[in-house]
Nanobody
């Protein structure tokens, strides 16, 4: 499975951005898809995930502001980011894996497939 991510950029506090991640190979609907982010000097942080095309899960810091969604016909997973804050500044990564179990979907090391990172910078 190969993932091609796009989106990101520079935005002011309170603004919005949308990431896209197109998957090629594998069976899209059987994967758990997730977004992680990593700020300078910090560990990779769980942002959101869709568990095998079903329920969505979010990190506490983005709950209510970010929305993950997927379009099976387009083999694409999205991350809509609203009400952005300076602390959302990071490199964002999409990830996928068909073997993720519910208890482990927030752990980056459990994902085999990764897209390239895209920078999001939120200015104050």
């Amino acid at each position: 499975v190969q993932l091609q991510a796009s989106g990101g950029g520079l935005v002011q506090t309170g603004g919005s951005l949308r990431h896209s991640c197109v998957a090629s190979g594998g069976t899209f609907s059987r994967q758990t898809w997730a977004w992680f982010r990593q700020a300078p000097g910090k560990e990779r942080e769980f942002v959101a995930a869709i568990f095998r095309g079903g329920r969505s899960y979010y990190g506490d810091s983005v709950k209510g502001r970010f929305t993950i969604s997927s379009a099976n016909a387009e083999n694409t997973v999205y991350l809509q980011m609203n009400s952005l804050k300076p602390e959302d500044t990071a490199v964002y990564y999409c990830a996928g894996d068909p073997r993720i179990i519910l208890s482990s979907l927030r752990i980056a090391e459990n994902y085999d497939y990764w897209g390239q990172g895209t920078q999001v910078t939120v200015s104050s």
